[in-house]
Nanobody, 123 residues
């Protein structure tokens, strides 16, 4: 069982930046592909970005490509999402997820989820 804990959310003005962190409970974390999703009120959970277990491959949704960067620090069992040029449409609860089978872009691909961290972007 992998436990994931997100942090780093908060309130930021449009055009600002935030870095989200997702700490995993197990050293076997290094074997898992990791991803970030978000869910805005009244909307479905949306894929944002994923990173392979080695960190050698990364994937982004078109909506965040060029603005968000995913990375992982295996020594710290942590995945990050650097978010730049934020706009009010980025307001949502952000979740990290883990998958022992490889990278995916669907919520169905991931077995473990964090509790989420709120990101609010004011105009």
């Amino acid at each position: 069982q992998v436990q994931l804990v997100e942090s780093g959310g908060g309130l930021v003005q449009a055009g600002g930046s935030l870095r989200l962190s997702c700490a995993a409970s197990q050293r076997t974390f290094r074997r898992y592909a990791m991803a970030w999703f978000r869910q805005a009120p009244g909307k479905e959970r949306e894929f944002l970005s994923a990173i392979s277990w080695s960190g050698g491959s990364t994937y982004y949704a078109d909506s965040v490509k060029g603005r968000f960067t995913i990375s992982r620090d295996i020594a710290k069992n942590t995945v990050y999402l650097q978010m730049n040029s934020l706009n009010p449409e980025d307001t949502a609860v952000y979740y990290c997820a883990a998958n022992g089978r490889g990278v995916g872009t669907s919520t169905m691909d991931y077995d473990y989820w964090g509790q989420g961290t709120q990101v609010t972007v004011s105009s």
